[in-house]
């Protein structure tokens, strides 16, 4: 038994992205803490496979389609707490980006988490009710990175984005913060990063030595939506292993 096993018990939070990573790994922790698991992803078998293990609810949804998006998140509420994790990328040198490429990204990172917590928060407003908002964004926010001029663009718009929703909803008692892991060892990452000459400038520049694990970045995003960080909205947490200070 953890210190903190029982800590969402009696909650229902939305995790988008529940199907793979980090997303994945979210689930699972809110899970073992008590609450129950309202999934979101696009992948159904991913969804079920999770479901499984887990239980709660699932709700398959392709977040490119607003207004699907939207009426996913009507049919979930009323629920807790709110994770966007889902998130996209395409590589593309930006002389070669396309608006077709740069528009679906935006479309998954920037303004499907926007249409999510509009729902959520209008809601728990609606209900008088306090929330927790975690934006899952990334180090790309910060810096550019070759070849993923959207991905950056769509993650620097949410990180604005949720400094603009914890002013307004910080009244409400809606806390809205983010989190920005660098490197993450999801089963995609692992193949991207395997080769030693690929990762190693990366490592070298990591003080901590080594990439993160799911669970590392999961771990971050659950302390931000409990009521141990009561006080924390507006940030953008850098979970980085040290990368933004070298």
């Known amino acids: 038994m953890t210190e903190h096993a029982g800590e969402f018990e009696g909650k229902q939070a939305l995790v ?11 689930a699972r922790l809110l899970a073992r ?16 496979s999770l479901q499984t293990e887990i239980g709660g609810r699932s709700f398959p949804v392709d977040l490119a389609d607003a207004e699907a998006t939207r009426a ?11 994770v966007n994790c889902a998130g996209a990328t395409t590589l593309q040198p930006f002389v070669d980006l396309t608006t077709e490429t740069f528009e679906r990204i935006i479309a998954v990172n920037t303004t499907a988490p926007m249409i999510i917590a509009q729902e959520y928060a209008r809601d ?9 908002i975690v934006n899952v964004s990334s180090d790309a926010a910060f810096v550019g990175v070759i070849d993923h001029t ?4 769509s993650k620097g718009a949410l990180d604005a984005m949720s400094r603009v929703m914890a002013n307004e909803l910080g009244p409400h008692r809606i806390r809205v913060n983010c989190i920005n892991p660098n490197i993450t060892l999801t089963d995609m990452a692992r193949k991207a990063w395997s080769d030693p000459g690929r990762a190693g400038p990366r490592l070298a520049r990591l003080p901590l030595g080594r990439f993160l694990e799911p669970d590392e970045v999961a771990e971050a995003i659950v302390y931000l939506l409990s009521d141990r960080a ?12 040290g990368f933004s200070v070298t």
Do not use: N, Q, W
């Open 16 to 26: 988008t992205g529940a199907g793979k990573g980090i997303g994945r790994a979210t």
């Open 33 to 48: 803490r008590g609450a129950k698991v309202l999934a979101v992803s696009r992948s159904a078998e991913d969804l079920a």
């Open 72 to 82: 996913v998140v009507r049919a979930a509420l009323p629920f807790d707490l709110l």
């Open 124 to 132: 728990r407003i609606a209900r008088a009710l306090p929330g927790s």
């Open 150 to 153: 959207a991905y950056c663009a």
């Open 230 to 241: 009561a006080m924390i909205t507006g940030v953008s947490l850098r979970v980085d292993g």
